[in-house]
């Protein structure tokens, strides 16, 4: 019974020691001696505070009660958006997200850990001052155009500051610059007015073009119409001249313009028989007529010109008359003038004459009412008597 005793006693006394080995093998306890670095991660050891070691990836190990660990330190590339709000050259607030992407070095895991409390905070700080120093010398238009300037100027200054901290810098990108909605929707009208304007212009032109072309295509054809009518009238009248001839090599040169006058007096009457668009036509019943009609286009020819010439020496006759015209109208105008100012200074010496009239029968009357006994004029002065 004893024995049965002592062996339980000695196996938990083995298990106890077992716990404990393993609690300070493998506890990851401040006790522990072992413990395990991921891939990719560093871990600083501390002696009572100060630093030891960094530890590698891998199995690592420490004095239990005297040495710990920090929290692991990631050596793979992080980012962090950082979005700003700042304001133009031209006062316009924009919203500009900025990603920056950055990994602590192996070499400078203490740096990193010790030197910076919170390395996320001093990036932003980075980031917003060079944002806002680079948009205050731009407009808007020239920020969407310089926006990857502002993204390298950006990691140039986050590269040079924070290398000091053991960060490096792999790459900083503006991912957008982004405007009040009300500016954004004034930009895409004075843009959408711009491509109108455009478009206009273009219509414009290829009216333009349109037209041009066209007119040149009139053009052309009329002066190749006028050039196939004046091959035509050429044609006739080279026609008209052989027929001329052969009638008169043909013996009948006195009836040869007659001859010819008929036949185009025939060859009228069917192309406006075939083309004409009149139902009726008067012609002479009589044979005998044709020579009066010969003699009729003749004197028609005459008479046209005569008409010519008429009208010339009219328009010149006219222009004289009109100009004779013109003078008697002046000399008319001067003669009525002059009748006017002698009109005038008749009716004023008509107006002088009675009125002196007036003022002698005014004098006559004064007199006889003192005789018949009305009321005495006294009679004037004789420095006041005009007759005197």
């Known amino acids: 019974m004893d024995a049965v005793i002592g062996i339980g006693i000695a196996v938990v006394v083995i298990i106890v020691i077992l716990i404990v080995l393993a609690a300070l093998l493998f506890g ?19 002696r009572f505070g100060k630093f030891k070691k960094v530890a590698r990836p891998g199995l690592n190990t420490k004095v239990p009660f005297v040495e710990t660990t920090t929290r692991p330190i990631s050596l793979r590339v992080q980012q962090l958006e950082v979005n700003i709000e700042t304001k133009t050259k031209d006062n316009v607030f924009v919203t500009i997200p900025v990603a920056v992407q950055y990994v602590v070095s192996e070499q400078s895991v203490v740096d990193a850990y010790y030197r910076l409390a919170n390395p996320e905070e001093q990036i932003r700080s980075y980031v917003f001052d060079t944002v806002r120093s680079s948009l205050s010398t731009l407009t808007l238009d020239s920020a969407f155009e310089s926006k990857d300037d502002i993204a390298s100027s950006v990691e140039q200054r986050l590269s040079e500051s924070m290398a000091r901290y053991g960060f490096r810098i792999i790459n900083t990108l503006v991912t957008d610059i982004s405007p009040d909605q009300r500016v954004r929707d004034s930009m895409n009208s004075i843009n959408a007015a711009q491509r109108d304007r455009v478009a206009a212009q273009a219509l ?19 002066r190749l119409q006028g050039e196939g009518v004046a091959a035509q009238r050429k044609a006739i009248a080279i026609g008209i001249a052989e027929q001329y001839e052969m009638l008169k090599q043909a013996g009948i040169e006195r ?9 185009q007096y025939f060859d009228t009457m069917q192309d406006v028989a075939r083309n004409g668009r009149s139902n009726v036509l008067f012609l002479p019943s009589n044979p005998g007529t044709i020579g009066d009609m010969t003699t009729e286009i003749r004197n028609s020819l005459l008479a046209a010109q005569e008409v010519d010439h008429a009208r010339v020496g009219a328009e010149e006759d006219e222009v004289d008359e009109e100009r004779q015209a013109a003078a008697k109208q002046r000399m008319l105008e001067e003669q009525q003038r002059r ?20 003022q002698g029968l005014g004098r006559f009357g004064g007199q006889q009412g003192g005789q018949q006994g009305g009321p005495a004029i006294p009679p004037r002065p004789p420095w006041q008597n005009p007759n005197q």
């Open 28 to 46: 990851g306890l401040r006790s522990s001696i072992f413990f395990t670095v991921r891939t990719q991660e560093n871990v600083i050891v501390e």
């Open 204 to 222: 414009a032109e290829a009216d333009k073009i349109k037209r041009v072309t066209q007119a040149e295509a009139e053009a052309e054809s009329k």
């Open 255 to 263: 009836t040869a313009e007659q001859l010819l006058l008929m036949t």
């Open 339 to 358: 009748q006017r100012e002698l009109q005038q200074a008749r009716e004023a010496q008509q107006r002088a004459q009675s009125q002196q009239g007036q």
